[in-house]
């Protein structure tokens, strides 16, 4: 597991990538063996994902009958809407790379985006952190919520560019597949998982 050291590296490399300089690649491994490596990015977010799962159980509680309980079995299903959420944007990712003929360029596109999400499965995290405890700031993190997004479109766009260089239409087919799959599976399997809350 990639230490507190090269996970501050990575974000690092990161940031000087969302500011355009490409010295960035320097502090990442987009080899194939730092691409595996980069699915450690799972286990940093962890931490911030089951605050979320946390914040979800919540709303799904309050949304039942009253002494209705949720078992074990809903953090699994949880944990299995977080994977598919990882993994298929990846995978659409990756057919993009196939249709438009730049392969090579897949490890770098899984390498930055596994990366990317620790901060920002973080600052979500963070989030419902503070929903759970102040449920009264909810409008106020909404708006932090939105932030949140366009900061991770913007952030999207910039590395893709990086990688992909200044072509506008694969630059938005690449952040379309990396987030578009994202809402629309959240909302699906959560129905279909039986973990909707509203």
């Known amino acids: 597991m990639p230490s507190y050291h090269e996970v501050r590296l990575y974000l ?6 969302i500011k355009g300089d490409a010295q960035g690649f320097r502090l990442l491994d987009v080899s194939d063996r730092g691409m595996l490596r980069s699915f450690w990015a799972i286990l940093w977010c962890l931490p ?11 709303l799904v509680r309050a ?22 959420n ?13 249709i ?8 770098a596109v899984v390498v930055t985006m596994n990366w990317l999400s620790v901060p920002f499965s973080w600052a979500y995290g963070a989030m419902c952190v503070i929903m759970l405890l102040a449920p009264a ?23 893709i560019r990086m990688i992909h260089g200044p072509k506008p ?3 938005v087919a690449f952040v379309l597949v990396l987030m578009v799959p994202n809402m629309i599976l959240t909302e699906a399997l959560q129905r279909f998982l039986g973990i ?3």
């Not at 911030?48 to 919540?58: Q, R, T």
């Not at 944007?89 to 790379?97: F, N, Q, R, Y």
């Not at 700031?137 to 952030?155: C, E, K, N, R, W």
């Open 12 to 17: 690092s490399g990161l940031w000087l990538l």
């Open 100 to 107: 438009a003929g730049t392969q090579r360029k897949f490890p």
């Open 137 to 159: 700031l909810l409008p106020l993190i909404g708006l932090f919520q939105l932030a949140l997004i366009m900061a991770l479109v913007i952030s999207f766009s910039r590395i």
């Open 63 to 84: 949304s039942l009958p009253q002494d209705s309980r949720l078992g074990g079995l809903f953090f699994v299903r949880t944990a299995m809407l977080e994977v598919f």
């Open 86 to 98: 990882w993994m298929v944007p990846l995978i659409l990712a990756g057919v993009l790379c196939l």
């Open 48 to 58: 911030a994902a089951v605050a979320s799962w946390l914040w979800l159980h919540e």
């Open 196 to 198: 909707y809350p509203f």
């Open 169 to 171: 239409l694969m630059i």
